[in-house]
Nanobody, 116 residues
């Protein structure tokens, strides 16, 4: 499974961005997916996760009410709609997928910079 993120960029505080993750390869094997981020000087953290069918989602407390995760299995894609962005949301955002055998896959990341 290969994962490619897109949609990052520079945005002012209070603005919005939509990240996309395109999956290819053995996409039929993908189970849960998620978005992680690594801010400068910090460890990577889970931002949001989504179940295989998309009906179950989970969010970090810091983004609840502001970010929405979704996926389109027909298009092998996952999204993260980010609103009311804050400077502390600045980070490299990574797409993550786990298959039914427990294998974990990562994208290379996309940089989100929120200016104050």
């Amino acid at each position: 499974v290969q994962l490619v993120e897109s949609g990052g960029g520079l945005v002012q505080a209070g603005g919005s961005l939509r990240l996309s993750c395109a999956a290819s390869g053995r996409t039929y094997s993908i189970n849960v997916m998620g978005w992680y981020r690594r801010a400068p000087g910090k460890q990577r953290e889970l931002v949001a996760g989504i179940s295989s069918g998309g009906g179950g989602t989970d969010y970090a407390d810091s983004v609840k009410g502001r970010f929405t995760i979704s996926r389109d299995n027909a298009k092998n894609a996952m999204f993260l709609q980010m609103s009311s962005l804050k400077p502390e949301d600045t980070a490299v955002y990574y797409c993550n997928a786990r298959d039914y055998d427990g294998m974990i896959y990562w994208g290379k990341g996309t940089l989100v910079t929120v200016s104050s």
